[in-house]
Protein backbone atom coordinates (compact mmCIF):
# COMPACT_ATOMS: atom_id res chain seq x y z
CA UNK A 1 0.00 0.00 0.00
CA UNK A 2 3.25 2.46 0.81
CA UNK A 3 4.02 1.72 -2.55
CA UNK A 4 1.07 2.36 -4.45
CA UNK A 5 0.33 5.30 -2.68
CA UNK A 6 4.16 6.79 -3.84
CA UNK A 7 3.82 5.48 -7.07
CA UNK A 8 0.28 8.08 -7.33
CA UNK A 9 2.11 10.74 -5.53
CA UNK A 10 4.62 10.55 -8.21
CA UNK A 11 2.29 10.61 -11.20
CA UNK A 12 0.54 13.27 -10.00
CA UNK A 13 4.03 15.47 -9.66
CA UNK A 14 4.76 14.45 -12.79
CA UNK A 15 1.31 15.49 -14.13
CA UNK A 16 1.63 18.74 -12.64
CA UNK A 17 4.89 19.73 -14.17
CA UNK A 18 3.96 18.86 -17.65
CA UNK A 19 1.02 20.66 -17.22
CA UNK A 20 3.38 24.19 -15.92
CA UNK A 21 4.28 26.41 -18.88
CA UNK A 22 7.43 26.18 -20.87
CA UNK A 23 9.89 28.07 -19.10
CA UNK A 24 11.25 31.46 -21.48
CA UNK A 25 14.52 30.52 -21.65
CA UNK A 26 13.31 26.78 -23.66
CA UNK A 27 11.57 28.49 -26.10
CA UNK A 28 14.80 30.93 -26.84
CA UNK A 29 16.95 27.79 -26.79
CA UNK A 30 14.91 25.68 -29.32
CA UNK A 31 14.23 28.92 -32.09
CA UNK A 32 18.15 29.21 -31.51
CA UNK A 33 18.89 25.58 -32.52
CA UNK A 34 16.49 25.85 -35.44
CA UNK A 35 17.83 28.95 -36.57
CA UNK A 36 21.77 27.47 -36.54
CA UNK A 37 20.55 24.13 -37.54
CA UNK A 38 18.86 25.89 -40.77
CA UNK A 39 22.07 27.93 -41.20
CA UNK A 40 23.83 24.33 -40.85
CA UNK A 41 22.28 22.96 -43.94
CA UNK A 42 22.30 26.28 -46.26
CA UNK A 43 26.07 25.92 -45.60
CA UNK A 44 25.92 22.22 -47.06
CA UNK A 45 23.07 22.85 -49.71
CA UNK A 46 25.91 25.27 -51.01
CA UNK A 47 28.75 23.08 -50.95
CA UNK A 48 27.23 20.58 -52.45
CA UNK A 49 25.63 22.18 -55.64
CA UNK A 50 28.48 24.63 -56.42
CA UNK A 51 31.45 21.76 -55.71
CA UNK A 52 29.71 19.96 -59.07
CA UNK A 53 30.97 23.04 -61.31
CA UNK A 54 34.79 23.45 -59.19
CA UNK A 55 37.14 21.45 -61.28
CA UNK A 56 41.27 20.51 -60.10
CA UNK A 57 43.56 22.11 -62.19
CA UNK A 58 46.74 20.34 -62.55
CA UNK A 59 49.44 21.38 -64.48
CA UNK A 60 52.84 19.64 -65.95
CA UNK A 61 55.85 21.61 -66.62
CA UNK A 62 58.88 19.99 -69.24
CA UNK A 63 62.01 19.41 -67.25
CA UNK A 64 65.31 21.03 -68.14
CA UNK A 65 68.18 19.05 -67.29
CA UNK A 66 67.92 18.93 -63.25
CA UNK A 67 65.56 16.56 -61.74
CA UNK A 68 62.67 18.02 -59.13
CA UNK A 69 64.18 15.45 -56.86
CA UNK A 70 67.86 17.38 -56.75
CA UNK A 71 66.19 20.79 -57.19
CA UNK A 72 64.54 20.52 -53.54
CA UNK A 73 67.65 18.88 -51.73
CA UNK A 74 68.82 21.11 -49.72
CA UNK A 75 72.16 19.84 -49.85
CA UNK A 76 72.25 21.10 -53.96
CA UNK A 77 72.63 24.44 -52.54
CA UNK A 78 75.84 24.67 -50.58
CA UNK A 79 77.55 22.58 -53.69
CA UNK A 80 80.74 24.62 -55.02
CA UNK A 81 79.82 26.03 -58.21
CA UNK A 82 82.33 23.61 -59.81
CA UNK A 83 80.92 20.68 -58.28
CA UNK A 84 77.22 22.30 -58.84
CA UNK A 85 78.33 22.62 -62.56
CA UNK A 86 79.49 18.28 -62.82
CA UNK A 87 76.29 17.09 -61.54
CA UNK A 88 74.13 19.58 -63.95
CA UNK A 89 76.26 17.87 -66.51
CA UNK A 90 75.56 14.67 -65.63
CA UNK A 91 71.23 15.57 -65.08
CA UNK A 92 71.75 17.23 -68.46
CA UNK A 93 72.47 14.28 -70.16
CA UNK A 94 70.37 11.89 -68.28
CA UNK A 95 67.35 14.54 -68.28
CA UNK A 96 67.45 15.89 -71.86
CA UNK A 97 65.00 19.11 -72.08
CA UNK A 98 62.63 16.67 -74.85
CA UNK A 99 61.17 14.90 -71.90
CA UNK A 100 57.79 14.98 -71.61
CA UNK A 101 56.31 17.60 -69.13
CA UNK A 102 56.11 16.48 -65.49
CA UNK A 103 52.52 17.15 -63.68
CA UNK A 104 54.36 19.49 -60.72
CA UNK A 105 51.56 22.25 -59.80
CA UNK A 106 48.03 21.99 -58.86
CA UNK A 107 45.58 24.55 -58.64
CA UNK A 108 41.18 24.95 -58.71
CA UNK A 109 39.28 26.51 -61.78
CA UNK A 110 35.32 26.89 -61.49
CA UNK A 111 33.08 25.81 -64.66
CA UNK A 112 31.21 29.49 -66.25
CA UNK A 113 30.21 27.95 -69.71
CA UNK A 114 28.46 24.76 -70.22
CA UNK A 115 30.67 24.01 -73.62
CA UNK A 116 33.94 23.48 -71.00
CA UNK A 117 34.73 26.92 -70.35
CA UNK A 118 36.57 27.37 -67.05
CA UNK A 119 37.94 30.16 -65.13
CA UNK A 120 40.80 30.37 -63.46
CA UNK A 121 44.30 32.23 -62.19
CA UNK A 122 47.47 32.93 -64.70
CA UNK A 123 49.57 32.12 -62.21
CA UNK A 124 47.81 28.38 -61.81
CA UNK A 125 48.39 27.46 -65.78
CA UNK A 126 51.48 30.06 -66.80
CA UNK A 127 54.00 28.54 -68.23
CA UNK A 128 52.08 25.03 -68.38
CA UNK A 129 53.32 21.97 -71.15
CA UNK A 130 49.74 20.42 -70.30
CA UNK A 131 47.15 21.22 -68.33
CA UNK A 132 44.61 18.15 -66.44
CA UNK A 133 41.30 18.99 -65.65
CA UNK A 134 39.43 17.05 -63.07
CA UNK A 135 35.62 17.16 -62.27
CA UNK A 136 33.66 16.02 -58.86
CA UNK A 137 32.20 13.62 -60.26
CA UNK A 138 35.46 11.68 -61.57
CA UNK A 139 35.45 12.92 -65.61
CA UNK A 140 38.71 14.14 -66.59
CA UNK A 141 39.74 16.08 -69.23
CA UNK A 142 42.80 17.23 -70.80
CA UNK A 143 42.72 21.93 -71.49
CA UNK A 144 44.02 24.29 -73.25
CA UNK A 145 44.78 27.89 -72.33
CA UNK A 146 42.19 30.19 -74.53
CA UNK A 147 43.38 33.26 -72.90
CA UNK A 148 45.31 35.03 -70.11
CA UNK A 149 45.53 38.34 -68.22
CA UNK A 150 48.79 39.38 -66.41
CA UNK A 151 47.37 42.46 -64.96
CA UNK A 152 44.15 40.85 -63.41
CA UNK A 153 45.53 37.69 -62.85
CA UNK A 154 42.56 35.79 -65.13
CA UNK A 155 42.78 33.47 -67.28
CA UNK A 156 40.12 31.18 -68.94
CA UNK A 157 41.38 27.70 -69.89
CA UNK A 158 38.83 25.12 -72.40
CA UNK A 159 38.25 20.81 -72.62
CA UNK A 160 36.28 19.53 -75.23
CA UNK A 161 32.84 19.10 -73.00
CA UNK A 162 29.14 19.75 -73.40
CA UNK A 163 26.38 20.19 -70.87
CA UNK A 164 29.18 20.80 -67.85
CA UNK A 165 27.52 22.22 -64.88
CA UNK A 166 28.14 25.95 -65.09
CA UNK A 167 28.57 28.06 -61.98
CA UNK A 168 26.30 31.27 -61.97
CA UNK A 169 28.73 34.50 -61.69
CA UNK A 170 26.99 37.36 -59.62
CA UNK A 171 27.26 40.78 -59.30
CA UNK A 172 29.83 41.80 -57.29
CA UNK A 173 29.25 45.12 -56.92
CA UNK A 174 26.45 44.18 -54.66
CA UNK A 175 28.36 42.30 -52.42
CA UNK A 176 28.35 43.47 -48.91
CA UNK A 177 30.62 43.70 -45.66
CA UNK A 178 30.03 40.96 -43.40
CA UNK A 179 28.06 38.79 -45.91
CA UNK A 180 28.95 35.02 -45.62
CA UNK A 181 31.69 33.58 -47.71
CA UNK A 182 32.49 30.16 -48.99
CA UNK A 183 36.03 29.03 -50.21
CA UNK A 184 36.19 25.91 -52.22
CA UNK A 185 38.65 24.76 -54.10
CA UNK A 186 41.87 22.09 -53.58
CA UNK A 187 44.25 22.81 -51.12
CA UNK A 188 47.13 21.36 -50.51
CA UNK A 189 45.80 18.47 -52.96
CA UNK A 190 43.14 18.17 -50.37
CA UNK A 191 40.52 18.25 -53.17
CA UNK A 192 37.03 19.82 -52.91
CA UNK A 193 37.69 21.69 -49.46
CA UNK A 194 34.85 23.66 -48.30
CA UNK A 195 36.06 26.54 -45.65
CA UNK A 196 33.10 29.05 -44.46
CA UNK A 197 34.37 32.71 -43.80
CA UNK A 198 33.03 36.59 -44.29
CA UNK A 199 33.49 39.38 -46.50
CA UNK A 200 36.54 41.19 -44.94
CA UNK A 201 36.52 44.17 -46.98
CA UNK A 202 36.11 45.64 -50.86
CA UNK A 203 37.62 47.51 -53.45
CA UNK A 204 41.67 46.19 -51.66
CA UNK A 205 43.67 48.09 -54.66
CA UNK A 206 47.58 47.30 -52.50
CA UNK A 207 47.48 43.58 -51.89
CA UNK A 208 50.28 43.33 -54.52
CA UNK A 209 53.19 46.17 -54.45
CA UNK A 210 52.81 46.53 -58.29
CA UNK A 211 51.28 49.47 -59.79
CA UNK A 212 50.43 47.53 -63.37
CA UNK A 213 48.45 44.88 -61.27
CA UNK A 214 44.25 45.62 -61.98
CA UNK A 215 44.02 45.66 -58.56
CA UNK A 216 40.06 45.82 -56.67
CA UNK A 217 40.54 42.60 -54.70
CA UNK A 218 37.59 41.18 -52.10
CA UNK A 219 39.28 40.20 -48.83
CA UNK A 220 37.92 37.09 -46.66
CA UNK A 221 38.99 35.79 -43.55
CA UNK A 222 37.66 32.21 -45.08
CA UNK A 223 40.53 30.22 -44.76
CA UNK A 224 42.42 30.34 -48.59
CA UNK A 225 45.35 28.35 -48.96
CA UNK A 226 48.13 27.07 -52.13
CA UNK A 227 46.07 25.16 -53.78
CA UNK A 228 42.46 26.74 -53.90
CA UNK A 229 43.78 29.98 -56.27
CA UNK A 230 41.76 30.01 -59.60
CA UNK A 231 39.04 28.21 -57.63
CA UNK A 232 34.96 30.59 -56.34
CA UNK A 233 34.19 32.06 -53.62
CA UNK A 234 30.21 31.77 -53.24
CA UNK A 235 27.41 33.49 -51.18
CA UNK A 236 24.88 31.84 -49.57
CA UNK A 237 22.80 31.83 -52.95
CA UNK A 238 25.49 29.51 -54.07
CA UNK A 239 26.43 32.36 -56.87
CA UNK A 240 30.23 33.09 -57.06
CA UNK A 241 31.76 36.57 -56.08
CA UNK A 242 35.32 36.06 -56.18
CA UNK A 243 38.03 34.07 -57.82
CA UNK A 244 40.40 33.22 -55.36
CA UNK A 245 43.74 34.32 -55.78
CA UNK A 246 46.29 34.90 -52.91
CA UNK A 247 47.08 35.17 -49.43
CA UNK A 248 48.97 37.44 -46.86
CA UNK A 249 50.79 34.60 -44.96
CA UNK A 250 49.52 31.72 -44.45
CA UNK A 251 47.25 30.92 -41.33
CA UNK A 252 46.53 34.33 -40.96
CA UNK A 253 42.83 34.62 -42.04
CA UNK A 254 43.35 37.22 -44.63
CA UNK A 255 42.65 35.97 -48.47
CA UNK A 256 41.80 37.80 -51.44
CA UNK A 257 39.78 37.01 -54.91
CA UNK A 258 39.42 39.14 -57.91
CA UNK A 259 35.61 39.82 -57.74
CA UNK A 260 33.31 38.23 -59.83
CA UNK A 261 32.17 41.32 -61.95
CA UNK A 262 35.88 41.98 -63.23
CA UNK A 263 36.34 38.09 -63.50
CA UNK A 264 33.33 38.12 -65.74
CA UNK A 265 34.17 41.00 -67.69
CA UNK A 266 37.84 39.91 -68.63
CA UNK A 267 36.74 36.68 -69.31
CA UNK A 268 34.06 37.08 -71.78
CA UNK A 269 37.24 39.15 -74.33
CA UNK A 270 39.54 36.03 -73.46
CA UNK A 271 36.86 33.63 -74.75
CA UNK A 272 36.08 35.94 -77.57
CA UNK A 273 39.51 37.60 -78.70
CA UNK A 274 41.76 35.20 -76.68
CA UNK A 275 43.09 38.55 -75.26
CA UNK A 276 41.82 41.39 -73.03
CA UNK A 277 42.47 44.90 -74.02
CA UNK A 278 42.56 48.08 -71.45
CA UNK A 279 43.03 51.18 -72.25
CA UNK A 280 45.37 53.57 -69.60
CA UNK A 281 46.02 57.39 -69.58
CA UNK A 282 49.62 56.76 -68.19
CA UNK A 283 49.28 58.76 -64.98
CA UNK A 284 50.44 57.91 -61.71
CA UNK A 285 47.24 58.58 -59.35
CA UNK A 286 46.45 58.74 -55.63
CA UNK A 287 43.19 59.73 -54.01
CA UNK A 288 42.86 63.24 -52.71
CA UNK A 289 41.14 62.16 -49.13
CA UNK A 290 44.55 59.80 -48.85
CA UNK A 291 47.31 63.12 -49.73
CA UNK A 292 46.39 65.56 -46.45
CA UNK A 293 49.61 67.17 -47.29
CA UNK A 294 48.09 68.47 -50.89
CA UNK A 295 44.59 68.57 -49.89
CA UNK A 296 45.24 71.04 -47.47
CA UNK A 297 46.75 73.47 -50.21
CA UNK A 298 43.71 72.93 -53.21
CA UNK A 299 40.71 75.08 -53.15
CA UNK A 300 37.38 74.45 -54.52
CA UNK A 301 37.62 70.59 -54.01
CA UNK A 302 37.55 67.91 -50.97
CA UNK A 303 37.32 64.55 -53.03
CA UNK A 304 39.01 63.20 -56.07
CA UNK A 305 41.81 61.99 -57.31
CA UNK A 306 45.16 63.50 -57.83
CA UNK A 307 47.54 63.37 -60.74
CA UNK A 308 50.99 62.76 -59.16
CA UNK A 309 52.99 61.77 -62.32
CA UNK A 310 52.61 61.41 -65.94
CA UNK A 311 54.59 59.05 -68.08
CA UNK A 312 56.17 60.49 -70.99
CA UNK A 313 54.91 59.84 -74.49
CA UNK A 314 51.77 58.33 -72.53
CA UNK A 315 48.27 59.17 -73.65
CA UNK A 316 47.69 61.59 -70.67
CA UNK A 317 51.40 63.02 -72.17
CA UNK A 318 49.83 63.92 -75.31
CA UNK A 319 46.42 66.09 -73.60
CA UNK A 320 46.31 69.31 -71.65
CA UNK A 321 46.42 67.32 -68.15
CA UNK A 322 48.78 68.31 -65.47
CA UNK A 323 50.25 67.16 -62.29
CA UNK A 324 48.60 68.40 -59.32
CA UNK A 325 45.10 68.40 -61.28
CA UNK A 326 42.41 66.87 -59.05
CA UNK A 327 40.04 64.53 -61.33
CA UNK A 328 36.64 64.80 -60.10
CA UNK A 329 34.29 63.25 -62.94
CA UNK A 330 35.27 60.61 -66.16
CA UNK A 331 32.57 61.42 -68.72
CA UNK A 332 30.58 62.87 -66.26
CA UNK A 333 30.59 60.07 -63.51
CA UNK A 334 32.14 61.01 -60.37
CA UNK A 335 35.73 59.37 -59.07
CA UNK A 336 36.77 59.52 -55.67
CA UNK A 337 39.43 56.72 -55.48
CA UNK A 338 42.18 55.46 -57.67
CA UNK A 339 40.22 52.61 -58.10
CA UNK A 340 37.39 54.01 -59.51
CA UNK A 341 39.21 55.90 -62.30
CA UNK A 342 41.26 52.88 -63.11
CA UNK A 343 37.83 50.90 -63.52
CA UNK A 344 36.73 53.93 -65.54
CA UNK A 345 39.37 54.32 -68.17
CA UNK A 346 40.42 50.49 -67.62
CA UNK A 347 37.14 49.67 -69.96
CA UNK A 348 36.68 52.83 -71.88
CA UNK A 349 38.00 51.53 -76.18
CA UNK A 350 41.55 52.59 -77.35
CA UNK A 351 41.18 56.63 -79.22
CA UNK A 352 38.18 57.72 -77.96
CA UNK A 353 37.84 60.81 -76.15
CA UNK A 354 37.42 61.10 -72.61
CA UNK A 355 36.01 64.04 -70.81
CA UNK A 356 37.97 64.42 -67.60
CA UNK A 357 36.28 66.99 -65.25
CA UNK A 358 39.52 68.78 -63.63
CA UNK A 359 40.07 70.83 -60.39
CA UNK A 360 43.11 72.94 -61.44
CA UNK A 361 44.10 75.45 -58.98
CA UNK A 362 40.51 76.36 -57.80
CA UNK A 363 39.16 76.39 -61.31
CA UNK A 364 36.87 74.01 -62.84
CA UNK A 365 37.72 72.50 -66.28
CA UNK A 366 37.41 69.83 -68.63
CA UNK A 367 40.27 67.92 -70.11
CA UNK A 368 39.92 65.81 -73.07
CA UNK A 369 42.32 63.09 -73.59
CA UNK A 370 42.48 59.89 -75.54
CA UNK A 371 43.21 56.83 -73.64
CA UNK A 372 44.83 53.60 -75.21
CA UNK A 373 46.00 50.20 -75.34
CA UNK A 374 48.07 49.22 -72.40
CA UNK A 375 51.27 48.46 -73.60
CA UNK A 376 52.99 45.14 -71.98
CA UNK A 377 56.28 46.63 -71.89
CA UNK A 378 54.91 49.89 -69.70
CA UNK A 379 56.57 50.35 -66.59
CA UNK A 380 55.60 52.14 -63.31
CA UNK A 381 55.22 55.88 -63.96
CA UNK A 382 56.81 56.56 -60.98
CA UNK A 383 58.66 53.69 -58.78
CA UNK A 384 58.64 55.44 -55.65
CA UNK A 385 60.78 52.58 -53.97
CA UNK A 386 63.42 53.05 -57.20
CA UNK A 387 63.04 56.75 -56.15
CA UNK A 388 64.49 56.30 -52.83
CA UNK A 389 67.30 53.62 -54.05
CA UNK A 390 65.15 50.66 -53.63
CA UNK A 391 63.79 47.99 -55.94
CA UNK A 392 61.32 45.64 -54.49
CA UNK A 393 61.10 42.19 -56.74
CA UNK A 394 57.67 40.63 -55.45
CA UNK A 395 58.19 37.07 -57.46
CA UNK A 396 60.96 36.91 -54.72
CA UNK A 397 60.18 38.76 -51.84
CA UNK A 398 62.86 40.86 -51.14
CA UNK A 399 63.63 44.69 -51.16
CA UNK A 400 67.22 45.35 -52.03
CA UNK A 401 69.57 48.80 -52.06
CA UNK A 402 72.77 49.25 -53.67
CA UNK A 403 75.53 49.20 -50.89
CA UNK A 404 77.42 52.29 -50.02
CA UNK A 405 79.82 52.97 -46.63
CA UNK A 406 76.97 54.24 -45.03
CA UNK A 407 74.80 50.98 -45.41
CA UNK A 408 77.64 48.44 -44.78
CA UNK A 409 78.42 50.40 -41.73
CA UNK A 410 74.70 49.79 -40.53
CA UNK A 411 74.34 46.68 -41.15
CA UNK A 412 77.95 45.48 -39.94
CA UNK A 413 79.70 44.41 -43.34
CA UNK A 414 83.15 45.15 -44.82
CA UNK A 415 82.04 44.62 -48.52
CA UNK A 416 81.21 47.71 -50.47
CA UNK A 417 79.89 45.95 -53.94
CA UNK A 418 76.82 44.42 -54.38
CA UNK A 419 73.33 44.97 -53.28
CA UNK A 420 71.78 44.87 -49.87
CA UNK A 421 68.51 42.58 -48.66
CA UNK A 422 67.29 45.29 -47.13
CA UNK A 423 63.93 43.48 -46.54
CA UNK A 424 62.50 39.75 -46.87
CA UNK A 425 58.90 38.90 -47.01
CA UNK A 426 57.81 36.54 -44.94
CA UNK A 427 57.08 32.89 -46.67
CA UNK A 428 58.18 34.03 -49.71
CA UNK A 429 60.07 32.46 -52.22
CA UNK A 430 63.37 34.18 -50.78
CA UNK A 431 62.42 33.52 -47.52
CA UNK A 432 62.06 29.73 -47.75
CA UNK A 433 65.36 29.43 -49.43
CA UNK A 434 66.98 31.23 -46.31
CA UNK A 435 67.56 34.63 -47.61
CA UNK A 436 68.00 37.05 -44.59
CA UNK A 437 67.86 40.66 -44.34
CA UNK A 438 71.58 42.29 -43.96
CA UNK A 439 72.44 39.58 -46.94
CA UNK A 440 74.37 40.93 -49.99
CA UNK A 441 73.80 39.83 -53.01
CA UNK A 442 76.86 39.64 -55.78
CA UNK A 443 75.61 37.90 -58.78
CA UNK A 444 71.79 37.09 -60.22
CA UNK A 445 72.53 33.77 -62.89
CA UNK A 446 76.28 34.46 -62.70
CA UNK A 447 75.79 38.17 -63.75
CA UNK A 448 77.53 40.81 -61.44
CA UNK A 449 75.56 43.15 -59.43
CA UNK A 450 76.30 46.31 -58.22
CA UNK A 451 73.33 48.76 -59.34
CA UNK A 452 69.66 48.50 -59.73
CA UNK A 453 70.22 48.79 -63.13
CA UNK A 454 72.35 46.01 -63.34
CA UNK A 455 69.81 44.14 -61.35
CA UNK A 456 66.79 44.55 -62.98
CA UNK A 457 68.48 43.61 -66.48
CA UNK A 458 69.77 40.06 -64.62
CA UNK A 459 65.71 39.41 -63.77
CA UNK A 460 64.50 40.06 -66.67
CA UNK A 461 66.02 37.68 -68.22
CA UNK A 462 65.77 35.22 -65.27
CA UNK A 463 62.79 32.24 -65.22
CA UNK A 464 61.48 31.68 -61.54
CA UNK A 465 60.01 28.78 -62.92
CA UNK A 466 62.92 27.46 -63.91
CA UNK A 467 65.21 28.64 -61.45
CA UNK A 468 67.37 31.85 -60.36
CA UNK A 469 71.01 31.77 -58.83
CA UNK A 470 71.59 34.15 -56.22
CA UNK A 471 75.16 34.45 -55.27
CA UNK A 472 75.36 35.46 -51.81
CA UNK A 473 77.64 37.48 -48.81
CA UNK A 474 75.37 35.81 -45.79
CA UNK A 475 77.26 36.76 -42.21
CA UNK A 476 80.91 36.70 -43.86
CA UNK A 477 80.07 33.47 -45.86
CA UNK A 478 80.19 33.06 -49.79
CA UNK A 479 77.27 31.33 -50.63
CA UNK A 480 74.33 30.37 -53.18
CA UNK A 481 70.80 29.80 -53.74
CA UNK A 482 68.12 28.83 -56.17
CA UNK A 483 65.25 30.53 -55.91
CA UNK A 484 62.57 28.41 -57.86
CA UNK A 485 58.33 28.80 -57.97
CA UNK A 486 56.69 26.05 -56.31
CA UNK A 487 53.76 26.76 -59.02
CA UNK A 488 51.24 28.33 -57.10
Not at 150 to 155: E, F, G
Not at 401 to 426: C, H, I, M
Not at 440 to 448: A, L, P
Not at 469 to 487: M, T
Request: hydrophobic share 40%.
Amino acid sequence: MRRKHTAYLLSGLAAGLLALPTPAWAKDNSSALSVARQLNEAFIEVADRVSASVVVVTVAHRPDYQSSEDQDNPLFDWLPPQFKKQFEDRFKNAHPKGNAPIFDGQGSGVIIREDGFILTNRHVVDGADKIHVRLKDGREFDAEVRGVDAQSDVAVIKVNAKGLPAARLADSDKVRVGEFAIAIGAPFELDYSVTVGHVSAKGRSRVIPDPKMDQDFIQTDASINPGNSGGPLVNLDGDVIGINTLIRGLHTGIGFAIPSSLAHHVSDQLIENGKFTRSWLGVEIRALTEFPDFKELVKGVSEGVVVVGIVPDGPAAKSELKTQDVITAVDGKPVLTSLQLKNEIRDKAPGQTVNLDVVRRAKHIVVKVKPEEWPDDTQPVVNKRAAAGEVESSDLGILVKPLSKELAKEYSVDQTEGLLVAEVEANSVAARKGVQRGDIITEINEESVSTLKQYRNALKGADLKKGIVLSLLSQGVSRFVVLKDSGD
